[in-house]
């Protein structure tokens, strides 16, 4: 008759900083839209061709443990809060390959020039005139924390001076001679090293970039010489740029140090025994047993677990996902709930460390089929899922005998 698990085809999954954006417009990669973010704009170039890392990919497009340099970039600016306008300059030939990594938010790409001012420009013609401050950054400082980002911009609102973060130079400085001989040391006192994001009043940075003659190391220069004031303020280390091959293993091993996201969710779930229906609980059939009632095959094992999961990540509840108004859920097996909740829980950037979920009822006896239904939901959610039970001593529903009861807790990492 019905309750049959059944399988679904593989989700596309996009990359979890497209998941983070929060556009709920239509994607333009021609204009920023600017109806669901801010008026800051943050330029990220990633049109260089990372020389100096000697990769056959250019640096944007080089992995760090998985994840492009730019997509790591793109995943901290991303979660600027609140939202922002995003434009990535990317090189040429990527920028189809670039659109459709962000395909699904608000993230505009356009094509770079032959120096990183020129890119820079690309990126400044792509705003609107609605932009009241705007940040320019590089990819390749991949691992900048998204509270510097914010911080920038902040100080830029506050000041309306360009901003920029430094760090105190920390070694002995000395200046030499073509054949490296010593003629004299700096006071490193007053030197910074800048980075970036580099953060201005956009008309005014406009402006300053479209007088600027001559080849600018960074926007700040720009700025300085259109006769603006800069200020610098505290960098952070991690802001630090991938150069060379040192810094590209430098980032890879801060990105396998980072302590993951760790999230407990909790689900409980009920339903009364249906005499009339088969029994299917923890995704297996139990010939011979009392089913259960309810809007789905009532598998309270599986029920409980999603909900666990959904609220580990933050993402509701079965009942408000999966409403019971939604026919494609009507008689569905527990399989298909837990399937579709694993693709959600995924898609929003986490994966299933382990579930341990508690059977309360008299009868089925778990424990007979224990490793089977342990094997199953684990092959389901694609980690450990352990399965104990219990009765309650004949006092409530469960006790007498009325139905089954079940509580899960997920696990759940950032991937
Ligand atoms: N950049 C750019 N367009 C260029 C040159 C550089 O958008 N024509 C970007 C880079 O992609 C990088 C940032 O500017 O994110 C800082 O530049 P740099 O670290 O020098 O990167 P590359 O120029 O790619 O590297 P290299 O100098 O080693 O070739
Ligand atoms: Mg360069």
């Keep these: 008759m019905k309750r049959r698990p059944q399988t679904r085809s593989t989700r ?29 704009a943050v330029i990220v170039v990633a049109a260089g061709s ?26 901290e600016v991303l979660a600027v809060r609140p939202a922002v306008q995003v434009v990535i300059v990317v090189p040429e030939d990527r920028v189809d390959e670039a659109r459709r990594m962000v395909d699904g938010s608000h993230v505009t790409v356009v094509a770079g020039g032959s120096t990183r001012q020129r890119s820079v420009a690309s990126g400044l013609a792509a705003l609107g005139a609605d932009v009241a401050t705007v940040l320019v950054h590089d990819a390749a400082r991949a691992l900048t924390p998204t509270a510097l980002i914010e911080h920038v911009i902040a100080e830029v609102e506050l000041t309306g001076h360009g901003i920029v973060p430094g760090l105190a130079v920390v070694n002995t400085v000395k200046r030499v001679d073509g054949a490296g001989a010593v003629m004299d040391e700096v006071d490193r006192s007053e030197l910074r090293e800048v980075q970036t994001p580099q953060g201005f009043p956009h008309a005014a940075f406009a402006a300053a ?5 001559g080849d600018f190391t960074d926007d700040a220069a720009v700025f300085v010489a259109a006769g603006h004031r800069v200020s610098v303020i505290q960098g952070d280390p991690l802001a630090f740029k991938i150069t060379t091959p040192f810094d590209l293993r430098r980032a890879e091993q801060l990105v396998g140090s980072r302590a993951s996201d760790i999230r407990i969710g909790v689900g409980v779930d009920v339903h009364a025994f249906d005499e009339s229906q088969p029994l299917w609980l923890g995704g297996v059939e139990w010939p011979g047993e009392a089913g259960l009632a309810g809007h789905s095959d009532g598998d309270a094992v599986c029920h409980a677990i999603c909900d666990a999961m959904l609220s580990a990540a933050g993402l509701g509840d079965l009942g408000s996902r999966f409403g019971t108004s939604d026919l494609r859920f009507a008689d569905a097996a527990g399989a298909i709930f837990l399937t579709e909740t694993l693709a959600l829980v995924v898609e929003a950037g986490f994966r299933v460390v382990n ?34 039970a219990t009765t309650t001593d004949g006092l409530g529903f469960t006790g007498r005998g009325e139905g089954v009861s079940a509580i899960a807790t997920c696990q759940l990492s950032s991937r």
């Design 12 to 40: 596309c999954l996009l990359p979890s900083f497209v998941a983070a954006a929060v556009s709920t417009t239509a994607v333009s990669n021609t204009a920023v839209s600017n109806t669901a973010v801010s008026n800051t």
């Design 50 to 75: 990372g020389s100096r890392l000697g990769e056959s990919n250019p640096k944007g497009f080089v992995s760090v443990a998985g994840r492009s340099v730019l997509e790591r970039a793109l995943d």
């Design 209 to 213: 970039h479209v007088a600027a003659t």
């Design 355 to 388: 579930v341990s979920v508690q059977v309360v009822a008299n009868r089925p006896k778990i424990g007979t089929r224990r490793a089977e239904i342990e094997r199953t939901l684990s092959a389901l959610v694609q980690a450990p899922v352990t399965v104990g």
